[in-house]
Nanobody, 120 residues
């Protein structure tokens, strides 16, 4: 019943910005971690950023000072503001929610991903 819907991906030039959004829907009581992973062609999926329900944030070293993660707990939406994008940021970005509490217990969910392409 729980679904994650991502939006905001696209194609930009180096130095540009994008805002990714992920809305979790369904019978959800709370979500502990909300975050983003990305995967470039030929590379492993990596964690980009995440934020707890209390507002504690974590970022990959490669995106610190450029990306900002935030969430709206009332609406179960997590955002990733990406500034000063670089070609190495290119990849498919996946929304990830861990510790999603429902009537069926705590579970983890993944979105289908949204493509981000940064050209030189």
């Amino acid at each position: 019943q729980v679904q994650l819907a991502e939006s905001g991906g696209g194609s930009v030039q180096s130095g540009g910005s994008l805002l990714l959004s992920c809305a979790a829907s369904g019978p959800i009581y709370s979500i502990h971690y909300m975050g983003w992973h990305r995967q470039a062609p030929g590379k492993l999926r990596e964690s980009v950023a995440n934020v707890t329900s209390g507002g504690t944030t974590n970022y990959a070293d490669s995106v610190k000072e450029r990306f900002t993660i935030s969430r709206d707990n009332a609406r179960n939406i997590v955002y990733l503001q990406m500034n000063d994008l670089k070609p190495e940021d290119t990849g498919r970005y996946y929304c990830n929610c861990e510790g999603v509490m429902t009537d069926r217990g705590g579970m983890n969910f993944w979105g289908k991903g949204t493509l981000v392409t940064v050209s030189s």
